[in-house]
């Protein structure tokens, strides 16, 4: 009933509304104007629908090395959960900048008071309520405040660096995820043709030993290698369907989709492409890789921790505003009259100068000092991290060119062999081991030629990336 006749005294009382409009208005006035001299921020341009919701893009029926990455940016958890943590940061800065705003608040007391007895000209009974608005705005704190606004914003862009990191990883899992593929088809290939050749073989090996120029033996051992050979393509398509999975766990594919790639022939001129220095791709990829971008914002953030630390030495500047009304039963006047004379307004300025904090200060200024110390201990690990990348990438492209220039040559050799040794056979100058001999070298050189091509273009597209950001597979 009383909050009711209050709401009522407030609806009607003209003076009431003059006094706590001007009041109100002016404090938010002036802490607007502190927060706009802090500067706006933009928020992140996609929503948590966005986050959430499914892909708008289609799935393509052959895919591309460059379709298999913008499928995968588009649907990958982790770089979905690091959009998340985008949004969160932004959440993060705005609750940095509302710090400037003032607090404004009503507040009402309502009590009872029975008195058993009562001295002259008091009542039995009392009953006492009070009504007040009050605002709170913290002009300075040592600048704290600026400082965790300014913090907050840096850790939204690394946030948004681990998002790029995600990609970075995700990309270089791709491409060997797709390279895998297609050395595991002409892998297949090889196999299919190895067994062509064993199934020729002991056709023609069958021939002769039903005119009795070969013995069964001869024809089992030719036999057996042609069971090997039909195992060896088991096991190569068996080899290709599982790097097929690895790239449809990296796409988020389901279990059952069928996953087809496009063929790409590469030159044997690619093995050989030209490489920048070492030194220059590890200088470029330093100014772009996100985790050095991260460590540098690091640095900032630690600098602002001690600022922040530091600001509790300061002072402390409020500014107070309020309107506060009452009415108590123990008087003469009714209650609208003791409403009206009772009305105050208030204003005032406090500063909180800090003494002694039992050390909490010093101990949090000497914590932040020893985080920004990761800094440099972070930047020498990220730098020998990258160094041992880039000088094994380095390693690994040199040792599969030479490989490959190795392999052209014992593949051109040992396929004269096998010819030769094939033309022996058929006139029964050799026995079926020596066949079966040729015949497996040659396999072998097919594989490890596919092998050591596939390992020179990983690695040079692998170095490219960290050259220039960029990677792709015509």
């Known amino acids: 009933m009383e909050s009711f006749r209050f709401y009522n005294f407030v609806r009607t009382n003209h003076l009431c509304m003059k006094k706590i409009l001007p009041l109100i208005s002016f404090i938010f006035l002036l802490s607007f104007i502190q927060l706009k001299a802090e500067g706006f921020y933009f928020p992140s341009n996609f929503s948590v629908e966005q986050v959430t919701e499914q892909s708008p893009m289609s799935m393509p029926e052959v895919w591309s090395f460059k379709d298999c990455v913008d499928w995968a940016i588009a649907n990958n958890i982790d770089i979905r959960q690091s959009m998340l943590s ?8 705005g609750l940095a900048k509302d710090s400037y705003l003032p607090f404004v608040g009503f507040s009402t007391n309502q009590s009872f008071s029975n008195y058993p007895s009562p001295q002259e000209g008091q009542t039995t009974n009392s009953y006492n309520s009070s009504y007040n608005i009050s605002a709170n705005w913290t002009v300075w704190e040592g600048n704290a405040r600026k ?15 681990y998002g790029d990191d995600v990609v970075k990883n995700l990309q270089i899992g791709i491409l060997q995820a797709y390279l895998n593929i297609l050395y595991s088809a ?17 056709n ?36 290709y369907a599982s790097s097929k999975v690895t790239l449809k766990n990296l796409l988020n594919l389901g279990l059952d989709y069928d996953l087809n790639i496009r063929e790409v022939n590469f030159s044997d001129s ?57 009415y108590n039963t123990g008087s003469k006047w009714g209650w609208g009259t003791q409403m009206k004379n009772f009305f105050n307004e208030n204003i005032g300025l406090s500063l909180s100068l800090p003494i002694y904090d039992g050390n909490a200060t010093r101990r949090a200024i000497n914590i932040a000092k020893l985080q920004a110390l990761e800094y440099d201990l972070n930047k020498t690990q990220l730098r020998n991290e990258l160094s041992q990348t880039i ?24 396929s004269l062999s096998a010819e030769l040794v094939d033309r022996q056979f058929e006139l029964g100058l050799v026995n079926p081991l020596e066949l079966l001999t040729a015949h497996n070298n040659l396999l072998n050189a097919r594989l490890e030629l596919l092998q050591s091509k596939f390992m020179a273009i990983l690695s040079s597209k692998t170095i490219e990336y960290y050259a220039t950001s960029q990677v792709s597979i015509p």
């Open 86 to 93: 985008i949004l969160q940061a932004d959440e993060n800065i």
């Open 147 to 161: 400082y965790r606004v300014e913090s907050a914003k840096l850790v939204k862009m690394q946030q948004q660096l």
């Open 186 to 202: 002409e892998a297949v290939d090889i196999a299919q043709k190895s067994l062509e050749v064993s199934t020729a073989q002991a």
């Open 204 to 239: 023609r090996t069958k021939r002769l030993m039903e005119t009795g120029r070969t013995s069964k033996v001869d024809y089992a051992q030719i036999e057996s290698q042609k069971a090997q050979d039909e195992y060896n393509l088991v096991q190569a398509k068996s080899s």
């Open 270 to 326: 690619l093995v050989n492409n030209p490489m920048p220095t070492k030194t220059q791709v590890f200088e470029i990829a330093m100014e772009w890789l996100p985790q050095f971008r991260s460590n540098e914002l690091n640095k900032t953030i630690y600098d602002y921790n001690i600022k922040i630390a530091k600001s509790t030495y300061y002072p402390s500047i409020s500014l107070t505003g309020g309107l506060g009304t009452g």
């Open 391 to 414: 000088e094994n990438l380095f390693i690994e492209l040199d040792n599969s060119r030479a490989k490959y220039i190795s392999g052209l040559t014992q593949l051109e050799a040992t």
